[in-house]
């Protein structure tokens, strides 16, 4: 019985009352202000039956109206409702209220790409005073939570592991990390077989937007833009390809993939029978890297420059966090000798507004990074990097964000893709003592006086000002005062 006493007196430190997500609701008056208010948003499609057990758990330990599964309530609503209700009583002086908003921690559950979701929804609503970020790995790679000291394996469910889990996330320290925004301009003449994305193959994360033409609508070209963010990484290349046909494996045979570890075998599967392990055999030498697009990156100079892609690299890696394919990291620790002569400015960090960029050869290439000092192909360091594809190279190409994969149209005629990389801002992210991302206050306060601020670029040629403005996500929060008319 004190046992009990004791958990449901430890629940009340993350409980969050009715009232505060439903104006229509009666004040309710609670014992204890909770020191470590949570949010928790499930993706119940996730880890097998593993999502759907976690949000049974986590509802029953915490108020049920605090806990969301994300197949049946979008974040970006729950997120407004919450904030316009908060704002609203604390103007009419709720201390509860003032105090959650001051405290509030959200938590995520589900892979790399739901964790990106809501970190976009976050970045996009700007607030002022933005909650941090705790990530279940719930998906195949968990590089997210694996970074930040959350784990690469699947979580029990039981009330044990889920009351152990926001101990955790009680105990937890903020962290700055980097968020990266991609814009993805497609253009080709009337006719061309080069068809936009259909909305259920995009990433969570990328979202259709479109320009108002500057000239006669008559005389344009089709032209199609997205936009979106990542916080882990972009690829394109065999990696994403090998990535493309896992994901629509799933969506063909979901009772196959049941978890974790099968979800592992199966890829390892697909890898190599799409010719991941025998790419100069069964991979064309059109879809290498340096075939298909001309690769541009801007350093802190503010100069866009080329980087030159040796020819056997067929796909390549914008990073941002040292974990990539469940855990690996494809950077390494180059040597002072190496950082001198490749002209890289600092040792790898999470909030530096920098992009590692690195190419692999093939899964043989990939597997050096088992090896202790095993690494792939750097390439750069950049702020800003931008991809413009070659005309007639394929009909297509891969790509992924954050765990995400697509297989992106290319023009074959006179049309063109371009997709630009860009630094935009930080979101906060929660880090245990486990965390292996490093930032620049846990590395050298010093070198944060070289942090590239791409405000301040030499370049004024943006294309893409207008779409930079945000990710998509979400519309901004602003504060009306329309709460209290419901």
């Not at 049946?72 to 316009?84: F, M, R, T």
């Amino acid at each position: 019985m004190e046992k009990n006493a004791d958990g449901n007196n430890m629940m009340k430190e993350f409980y969050i009352p009715t009232y505060i997500f439903a104006p229509e609701s009666p004040v309710e008056h609670v014992s204890q202000i909770p020191t470590c208010p949570v949010i928790v948003f499930i993706n119940t499609k996730s880890g097998g039956l593993l999502g759907c057990n976690l949000i049974v758990t986590y509802r029953k330990l915490l108020n049920h109206a605090q806990v969301f599964d994300l197949l049946d309530e979008a974040p970006d609503k729950v997120l407004h409702k919450l904030y316009s209700n908060l704002e609203r009583l604390k103007h009419g002086g709720d201390t509860l209220a003032s105090e959650i908003y001051r405290r509030l921690r959200l938590i995520v559950a589900g892979g790399d790409g739901t964790a990106g979701w809501l970190l976009g929804i976050v970045s996009d609503l700007k607030l002022a005073h933005p909650p941090p970020v705790a990530t279940v790995p719930l998906g195949t790679g968990n590089n997210l939570p694996y970074s930040f000291g959350w784990g690469k394996r699947n979580p029990g469910t039981d009330q044990d592991s889920v009351v152990s889990f926001l101990q955790l996330v009680r105990e937890s320290r903020e962290m700055n990390i980097d968020s990266w925004h991609i814009v993805m301009s497609m253009e080709s003449p009337k006719g061309s077989p080069c068809d936009p994305i259909a909305p259920p193959d995009l990433p969570h994360s990328l979202h259709a937007f479109r320009r108002v033409p500057k000239t006669d609508p008559q005389d344009m070209e089709y032209s199609y833009t997205y936009r979106g963010g990542f916080w882990n990484y972009f690829s394109m290349g065999m990696d994403a390809q090998v990535s493309y046909a896992f994901h629509s494996e799933r969506k063909l045979h979901p009772e196959k993939f049941k978890n974790q570890l099968s979800n592992q075998k199966q890829y390892l599967k697909l890898a190599c029978t799409q010719g991941w392990f025998c790419a100069s055999l069964f991979h064309p030498m059109s879809r290498n890297i340096a075939c298909l697009a001309k690769v541009k990156i801007m350093k802190k100079s503010g100069k866009w420059e080329t980087l030159e892609i040796p020819q056997s690299i067929r796909s390549i890696v914008c990073l941002n966090l040292p974990s990539f394919s469940g855990g690996l990291n494809p950077w390494g620790t180059p040597s002072k000798r190496k950082q001198r002569k490749r002209d890289l400015v600092m040792p790898p960090l999470v909030d530096d507004g920098l992009l590692e960029i690195v190419g692999f050869k093939d899964a043989w290439h990939g597997l050096v990074l088992l090896s202790p000092k095993g690494h792939g192909t750097r390439l750069a360091q950049a702020h800003r990097v931008r991809f413009e594809f070659l005309r007639g190279a394929t009909d297509h190409a891969y790509m992924r964000m954050d765990g995400e994969p697509w297989k992106q149209p290319l023009p074959t005629d006179d049309g063109k893709v371009v997709v630009e990389i860009s630094n935009a801002g930080q979101v906060k992210m929660l880090a245990t003592k486990d965390c292996i991302a490093k930032g620049i206050h846990e590395s050298c306060p010093a070198i944060s006086t070289i942090h590239p601020d791409s405000s301040s670029s030499d370049d004024t040629d943006d294309d893409f000002e207008e779409e930079r403005r945000n990710f998509g996500a979400a519309l901004s929060f602003r504060y009306t005062g329309d709460v209290n008319k419901q």
